[in-house]
């Protein structure tokens, strides 16, 4: 694929509206976080603006991920709970996925995502990381290039879906550079820098499967892939690829993970994901 085609899949997400046509709101949030004058009653007070926003925060708030916790009542108390770097994520995603929930493989993808979001913050914790909110934001947001070729390349998106269970198929990420000369990885990257997130997000979103090649933070790109494999093996998987991969257990062992600790991170993740898609 030529640099043309690469800025063609650029063009086609935004000719669909894209990032540009995020709610008023998210710009807002974003420009304050931004902000060293920024509190965060002024993030709440933004928020509160817009009720259909506000109340997708309330309801990820009550979500899987955070089922352990009281239940939020206010957006100030959902705020609070989720974190001010996990909401920049929200802001990236939940705007974007809500939009196009109806073109299929959107839906799958962000129940994969969530889950992902869920399983890195329970191995963040496992293995004392010293950031769990930014663990969850980044496998929050770790497919959101994905979402990009779902919108933009529906075609080439359905034709990969065809093959998934194929026993003779590439990683999904490995298919699409084959396939198109880049993936989703890549384009995820693009679009966090875009949105000016932190560099140790996009990191981790341009090497979470290839986490040995990060330069800026391996340990987060690395738990990252684990949160990600974690969450296709207990079935929450997106449907362009349906296998784990092999070098998970490089990653697991790289992180300190044993098989013990392996298997609890496996059941406390089944029982929290199970619990996000009860509460949905």
Known sequence: ??????????????????????????????????????????????????????????????????????PAASIEQAVRLIGLNTIKGLCLSLPIFNKYRNIPGVRELWAHSRAAAICCQIVAKEIHFPEPDTAETAGLIHDIGKLVLIVSMSDFFQSQIQVADSPRRE??????????????????????????????????????????????????????????????????????????EPTVGMALKYLGIHADLFEKILVDSLDRVNKMILFE
């Not at 384009?187 to 330069?215: C, N, Q, Y």
């Not at 494999?229 to 296998?243: C, K, L, N, R, Y």
């Open 1 to 70: 694929m030529t640099q043309d085609d690469f800025s063609k899949t650029f063009e086609n997400f935004e000719k669909e509206g894209g990032f540009s046509a995020v709610p008023e709101v998210v710009s807002n949030v974003m420009e304050a976080l931004d902000s060293d004058n920024s509190s965060m009653e002024d993030i709440v007070n933004i928020i509160k603006k817009d009720p259909g926003f506000a109340t997708h925060i309330l309801k990820y708030a009550n979500s899987g991920q955070y089922i352990l916790s009281h």
């Open 171 to 244: 990683a999904d990420w490995r298919e699409e550079k084959t396939l198109l000369g880049f993936n989703h990885c890549f384009i995820g990257a693009w679009f966090a820098r875009k949105f000016k997130l932190p560099e140790v997000l996009v990191d981790a979103i341009l090497w979470h499967h290839e986490f040995e090649k990060s330069p800026y933070n391996r340990d987060l790109a690395c738990l990252c892939f684990a949160g990600d494999q974690i969450a296709s093996m207990i079935g929450v998987e997106h449907p362009d690829f349906v296998f784990v």
